[in-house]
């Protein structure tokens, strides 16, 4: 559980890249970065999904039925293919 709350790291990164958005604006910078900004939000919100979706499954330990059933956690891995 303790590896699993250690991802949560990647709310720095939203903070450096929300930062980065920010200068951006500021600046008033060229509308090159819409769409590479966009694909870094919508895959950062996927990897909080995928975060949070693994800490309520293992929070009730390994036997539970959500942890034996195993299509919901495949279908999300696979979103990220």
Excluded: E, N, T
Aim: with cysteine; aromatic share 14%.
């Amino acid at each position: 559980m303790g590896g699993i709350g250690l991802q949560l790291f990647i709310l720095g990164f939203i903070g450096l890249v929300v930062c980065f958005h920010a200068k951006i604006l500021a600046v008033g910078g060229s509308k090159v970065w819409k769409h590479p900004l966009f694909a870094i939000y919508v895959s950062l919100l996927l990897i909080i999904f995928r975060i949070i979706y693994r800490l309520i499954k293992f929070s009730g330990g390994v036997y539970l039925s959500l942890p034996m059933h195993g299509v919901p956690f495949h279908c999300l891995k696979a979103a990220y293919v």
